[in-house]
T-cell receptor, first 118, second 109 residues
């Protein structure tokens, strides 16, 4: 099956610093990628939809100035958590859909990034 | 109203029994339906997808879709302890993939 690579898998950072997470589709092109956050024992929460070549669409309650998303190419989307705080500690997961983003195929998930802000 | 609703559980079944997981959705225009399994601390992995009304079987798993009633279910036959995980239902929207909150399943040896 298709592969989505997410990096890093774990990161610990100091409060106030920024962290960049990369999401790459290795063997397919993806016009649309999604970023999710998951707190312990809770479900995936969609943060934003990343569209190649245009601005990301953020879900209600997600600060776009804090969670910067850049979808620079058809195989790479990045999420930057700016001025991180301990409450940003979470499991961040990206997913990508092959092709033009028509929603008739499965989404492939990255391995996830465990962010801990100390 | 949430796009996708699932019973959060936990659902416990004895080993060898049938586990039944249910999901309802609000958008009648939804066309694609997915079941993902997520082990603790891991990313979701696709188990099955279904597009048409009726049943779709794959090994011990059967997905059932009823568009008129707007529900999709997943049956796991001969449940194994290794099936213990959180099961996420997902449906497609106009340009998005909506997940339910997930049902935690525990298979008791």
């Amino acid at each position: 099956g298709a592969v989505v690579s997410q990096h890093p898998s774990r990161v610990i950072c100091k409060s106030g610093t920024s962290v960049k997470i990369e999401c790459r589709s290795l063997d397919f092109q993806a016009t649309t990628m999604f970023w999710y956050r998951q707190f312990p024992k809770q479900s995936l929460m969609l943060m934003a939809t990343s569209n190649e070549g245009s601005k990301a669409t953020y879900e209600q309650g997600v600060e776009k100035d804090k969670f910067l998303i850049n979808h620079a190419s058809l195989t790479l989307s990045t999420l930057t958590v700016t001025s991180a705080h301990p409450e940003d500690s979470s499991f961040y997961i990206c997913s990508a859909i092959p092709g033009t983003g028509r929603m008739n195929t499965e989404a492939f998930f990255g391995q996830g990034t465990r962010l801990t802000v100390v | 109203q949430k796009e996708v609703e699932q019973n959060s559980g936990p659902l416990s079944v004895p080993e060898g029994a049938i586990a039944s997981l249910n999901c309802t959705y609000s958008d009648r225009g939804s066309q694609s339906f997915f079941w993902y399994r997520q082990y603790s601390g891991k990313s979701p992995e696709l188990i099955m997808f279904i597009y048409s009304n009726g049943d779709k079987e794959d090994g011990r798993f059967t997905a059932q879709l009823n568009k008129a009633s707007q529900y999709v279910s997943l049956l796991i036959r001969d449940s194994q302890p290794s099936d213990s995980a959180t099961y996420l239902c997902a449906i497609t929207g106009a340009n998005n993939l909506f997940f339910g909150t997930g049902t935690r399943l525990t298979v008791i040896p």
